[in-house]
């Protein structure tokens, strides 16, 4: 039977999906382009805004459309945030538990052809493990160590759809890195809703994980997601310290560069704070660049407090940001606070926009003339693409070989790629 999957929203849906996908190829399913006709259909939806809501509904209603005998699944936060949700030819609905259950769910359905429905309950529930040893035509692995967040800020939904924070067992992760290192992935990337907080519900921490994971043997390149602020403890610094491996890039959302926003957005820190840990990291990773989110236009924020976060982002100095205008989602706090005009929100979003792509060429100019090692994700008509560590994006004129590492000689920069040259001596690292 053919199936074709869709996936909205962040990295751990994703990599959820992707898990799902090699489940059911382990079953013998075909997997299929979305858009052609299918047997089934999965949507792993997104509910982090209205508009993520709106889409997929969207996606739920097109697949019926496509082939209205199909079984359709709508599994993920969509689902979850909205346990009354139906709609006529919708069979399956699975929350943010059991998705690695959908060859069974499926099996079930095509026995009895009746609606399933499967959501989360408010209790706490484990880990949902998953194991995934393939990520087909991809230099980077993913694997997910964490699910859940409770820092309940104002303006999202993610605690309520989510739920409790849960970590995978440490040696799991550890057994799940080593066997994709052994199958050629030289890249991983950690990946969670709140990834630092791992192991809160077990005994041990995020520092500890990473430590046994840098000493794999064979493992080059280690990324973390994303990472709040106030996860980035002595104990992780040290590690980061320590290993090169991990690469010189962190995420670290900033979300507001105003500290009367940041408390209205209910962050658990301030930026005196923030600055003074983005100060120590700098201290042990002089070059590292260190990237954003930013909200633009939450409820509150005036144009003072807006000009201040874009001075805040200057002096930090993020070598990108990542820009929301703040979308309203009912059932958060903020969605009962005053809101801001549509069109301040949109002008806020341009101006740090262009402070963005400011900062980025800036970062960009600091490596012109250095030579950097590049893995190499694609190449066609004479060209590879790769990135370095620090995640620079960079062309390079030559047919080299996927999933290698290359010392390249930065030449030019044409936004948004450098362009370099190599000695093309393949690296032994
Ligand atoms: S830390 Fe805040 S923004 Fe991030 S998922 Fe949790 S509640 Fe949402």
Redesign the pocket.
Known sequence: MKVGILTLGCKVNTYESEFVISKLMDAGYEIANFNDVCDIYIINTCSVTNTSDVKSRKMIRQAIKKNPNACVVAMGCFVEANHDFRMDGLDIVIGNKDKSKIVELLDQYFTKKEEIRRLYEEEYTAFEDMDIQEFKGRTRAFVKIQDG?????N?????YV?GKCRSKEKEKVLQEIRNLVSNGYQEIVLTG??TGNYGVDLDTNFATLLEEICKIKGLKRLRISSI?ITELTDEVLRVIEKYPCIVNHLHI?L?AGSDEVLKRM??KYDLSYFIEKIEQIRKIRPEISITTDVIVGHPGESEEMFEETLSTCQKIGFSKIHVFPYSLRKGTKSAEMEQIDGKVKKLRAQKLLSLSRKLEECYFQKFLGKKLDVLIETTEDGESFGHTENYLPVKIPEKLQHNTFYPVQIEKIEYPYLWGKTTKKILNR
Do not use: T, V
């Open positions: 967040c409770e820092n309940f800020c303006y999202c939904i993610i605690p989510r809703i709140h709040e959302p979300q209910g962050r």
